[in-house]
């Protein structure tokens, strides 16, 4: 009888043991820190297609976890292993096991700032709207060419690009590439409200026509106070049926955006972007236009001016005037500023 009553006691004393171990063991792994310890807060991105084994590796090759055995076990006991979901998830210092799996396992994720400034081609907008996505330039390419197929907004291969308003937007992550072309669509509609609309039609233009001059304004000027009296400019010489003859839509044209001077030359290319040989606006943007660009053409400023030539004090401003005669006293001032600076700069070589 006490032999049996010390054999209890030793079973008890064990059990009593394994249970405060485990017990201590389970407290640990669900309670304390184990990602980011003393680190600072870290943004961990899933792609689609990621597997648990990836995660595993990444969190801590990417010393997101410290203990990844702990994290491992836990992972496991909620199910994590097998509901992966991609994304952009914000871990913070010092979190738990326990606190990073509700995270990753709610899809609550950190939006993703995307921004498309000084954008000249589409290549250059896919490239800059995806980089920080978990889709790729291609995918969204695609979506947005099944957008042209189907739109009735006006929009088309040429001119796609006014479609979009730059700007900072906040994104989730994994934002499907047709959602992506959607959620731009819906901005370009928040964008052109009854105000602007109305702007436009007193201008004479539609939204895609206002954009395609603000892209061909912007490329002319980096003075945004100057901006609004060549968008007059240009509008004058529409309205007459006079060529534009802007000379970066002829830099568009031939494709080299070093292209410093427009020679004669270049005035020969066959090209819909020749507004020297063409009249009226080119069939699309030659960049995607800031919204001040945009602005400067639905507020232009009315005058009679119909030539522009560059400043000879190289100001980046221009001259204005209303007949060729005066444009070619301008044009000839800046041409002898311009061989005197020439003259310098070789001399200095020298």
Known sequence: MKEFSIRKLVIYVIGS???ISFSFYAYQICYTPNI?????????????????????????D???INDAVSFNFLARI?????????????????????????VLKSGHQEKVNVTFSYVRLRKELSEKITKNLGLSAGEFND???HFISKNQEGFNKDNILCLFIPNTYEIYFNILPEDLVARMDAEYKK????????QAKEVGLTPIEVSILASIVQAETIKQDEAPTIAGLYLNRLKKGIALQADPTLVYAVGDFTLKRVLNGHKQIKSPYNTYMYPGLPPGPIN???????????????HDYYYMCAKEDF???HNFAHNLEDHNKNARRYQRALDIEMAKAEKNKK
């Open 17 to 19: 043991t394994l249970l």
């Open 36 to 60: 980011l310890v003393d680190r600072e807060d870290r943004a961990f991105i899933i792609r689609s297609g990621d597997t648990f084994a990836d995660i595993q590796k990444r969190l801590y």
């Open 78 to 102: 909620s199910g994590y292993d097998k509901s992966v979901m991609s994304g952009r998830y914000l871990l913070r210092r010092n979190m738990t096991n326990l606190q990073a799996l509700h």
């Open 191 to 198: 964008f052109w409200n009854e105000e602007r609309l109305a």
């Open 315 to 317: 100001s980046g401003y």
């Open 62 to 64: 990417q010393q997101f």
């Open 143 to 145: 979506a947005l060419d």
């Open 288 to 302: 995607v236009p800031q919204i001040a660009s945009i602005d400067a053409v639905l507020h232009y400023q009315h």
